[in-house]
T-cell receptor, first 114, second 113 residues
Framework: AQSVSQHNHHVILSEAASLELGCNYS??????LFWYVQYPGQHLQLLLK??????LVKGIKGFEAEFIKSKFSFNLRKPSVQWSDTAEYFC????????????FGGGTRLMVKP | GAGVSQSPSNKVTEKGKDVELRCDPI?????LYWYRQSLGQGLEFLIY????????KSGLPSDRFSAERTGGSVSTLTIQRTQQEDSAVYLC???????????FGPGTRLTVT
């Protein structure tokens, strides 16, 4: 069965700092990749997704992620974070052998200090 | 447009009682999913519906858990004889088809005392 690892559980940054959150998955076949965000008191929202094509994916609110197949990674980046980016971020994978279930990483709590 | 809705938003129940959680997916979405989010286990897949049928029940943690979907729309997740370890936020998601992104509801927070 596939698994997803997010190595940073808690990240604290100051506004305008650059962000990179790691995500690695364990599955050798075809995958669809997602980053979801959960703002305080709100439900999960899609930030961006990768199905195929250009491995550099741009999402909402200035976020982007790069799929590196050889490293089984899909890291999330933002050049300059804002206080409003404070949230929990989840990487998720849908593998071609897993129906349509999403396997989630453990999440990364990001706090941005104003 | 309207998103995925879930009810109740919060449910407190006594150990041993049965509970029903409801999910109203986005209109027209054929695929519906249940997940649960708990402190110890993170986000776990429970069950998936395509139309009214559930081709993947692999995530249901025990036979106390069951789910149904009627009319290709509303779904109900039932937990019988609740246990304290069932305490979690139960999330529902829907998608236009099984190949599309999933849209999540606000969840039902279940507390078993």
């Amino acid at each position: 069965a596939q698994s997803v690892s997010q190595h940073n559980h808690h990240v604290i940054l100051s506004e305008a700092a650059s962000l990179e959150l790691g995500c690695n998955y364990s599955y050798g076949g075809t995958v669809n990749l997602f980053w979801y965000v959960q703002y305080p008191g709100q439900h999960l929202q899609l930030l961006l997704k990768y199905f195929s094509g250009d491995p550099l994916v741009k999402g909402i609110k200035g976020f982007e992620a790069e799929f590196i197949k050889s490293k089984f990674s899909f890291n999330l980046r933002k050049p300059s974070v804002q206080w409003s980016d404070t949230a929990e971020y989840f990487c998720a994978v849908n593998a071609d052998n897993a129906g349509n279930m999403l396997t989630f990483g453990g999440g990364t709590r990001l706090m941005v200090k104003p | 447009g309207a998103g995925v809705s879930q009810s109740p938003s919060n449910k407190v129940t006594e150990k041993g009682k049965d509970v029903e959680l409801r999910c109203d997916p986005i209109s027209g979405h054929t695929a519906l999913y249940w997940y649960r989010q708990s402190l110890g286990q993170g986000l776990e897949f429970l069950i998936y519906f395509q139309g009214n049928s559930a081709p993947d029940k692999s995530g249901l943690p025990s036979d106390r858990f069951s789910a149904e979907r009627t009319g290709g729309s509303v779904s109900t997740l039932t937990i019988q004889r609740t246990q304290q370890e069932d305490s979690a936020v139960y999330l529902c998601a829907s998608s236009p088809s099984r190949e599309d992104e999933q849209y999540f509801g606000p969840g039902t927070r279940l507390t078993v005392t």
